[in-house]
């Protein structure tokens, strides 16, 4: 999954104005957020360090970004001991936000532990996630299908491992050609640039995500493998699309399953809306892990079918 920077603020945002039975509690009132995610074996990503805004304004994120904080990311052995820390520092350019000093990766099925202090107020923050374990890649299937073809385009793959659950993924697409003359016909309808259209409303298709998925929604090759079918109406585009399968961690799955609730795919009446959940102490935000897997395919248009 691809995270966009700052994900997390509008949804803090829906969270301090909702509602009154909340999963979390906190003071809303000049509180630290931060926002990060580790991907197994790859580096360590950034790490964003904040503070919470009024809900009337609008968002800006200079502004409230926390300067001079100590960030460190720490890898937690079975009984509680710290075997590995990772420093960040800030980068000059861009307050607020903190880069991981060394090249170390992410280890699969690891605890990492966040701790951020701010010196200036004494306020710490901490949090916790377990990595989601690798998988891999057994058959990626054609680089170029045709839109609308008999045979949508499918990936299989070995099943990624969690503590005591079963994974939970999040399956996106990301076109790479995103142009007016590349829309697929669902989505040209939908953006219709013959009415007024401002191509920066073609950012708001370039990356389409599935809702939350366990394994069932996958299928079963065997005990350890999955076959994902990719739907049709993923592509928002011709031309060069990356598929990515998503294993996520616990903070990130509580994290996005509130948000379905606060942006309203649930039932509950306004007042009763419970605020993101978040497992952030000290403050509020995200840090989370995930394991993923991606190919790149070329959605052909059929034959006869020319660009508009």
Not at 37 to 43: F, G, P, S, W
Not at 144 to 170: H, M, W
Request: net charge negative; aromatic share 10%.
């Amino acid at each position: 999954m691809k995270m966009r920077p700052a994900i997390v603020v509008g949804l803090l945002l829906l969270a301090v104005s909702g509602g009154c039975d909340s999963a979390v509690t906190f003071d809303r009132d000049n509180e630290i957020v931060v926002e990060g995610y580790l991907v197994a074996n790859r580096e360590f990503g950034q790490i964003r360090v904040s503070r919470t805004q009024p809900v009337e304004n609008r968002y800006e994120y200079t502004p409230f970004a926390i300067r001079g904080a100590d960030v460190q990311v720490r890898r937690m052995g079975a009984s509680g001991e710290v075997e590995e820390a990772v420093q960040y520092s800030e980068d000059p350019d861009q307050p607020g936000v903190y880069i991981a000093e060394g090249v170390e990766s992410v280890l699969p099925l690891s605890v990492y532990e966040l701790l951020v202090s701010v010196p200036s107020t004494g306020e710490q923050l901490s949090s916790r996630t377990t990595v989601p374990g690798a998988y891999t890649i057994l058959d990626s299937g054609p680089d170029t299908v045709v839109y609308q073809s008999l045979q949508p385009p499918e990936v299989t793959v070995s099943r990624s491992i969690y503590p005591g659950r079963p994974a939970i993924f999040v399956f996106s697409t990301e076109s790479l050609d995103p142009s007016v003359e590349n829309l697929t016909p669902f989505y040209r309808d939908v953006v219709d640039p013959d009415d007024d259209f401002d191509e920066e409303e073609l950012e708001d298709y370039l990356i389409n995500e599935s809702p939350l998925l366990n394994e069932e929604g996958y299928e079963a090759i065997s005990e350890d493998v999955l076959k994902i079918k990719v739907p049709w109406l993923a592509f928002a585009f011709y031309g060069r699309n990356l598929l990515r399968s998503n294993a996520l961690d616990d903070n990130l799955y509580d994290f996005i399953r509130s948000q379905s609730v606060q942006q309203g795919g649930s039932t509950f009446a306004p007042g009763e809306i419970p605020n993101i959940i978040d497992h952030v102490d000290g403050g509020t935000g995200i840090f989370g892990s995930y394991s993923v897997v991606e190919r790149l395919v070329y959605v052909q248009r059929p034959a006869g079918l020319g660009a508009k």
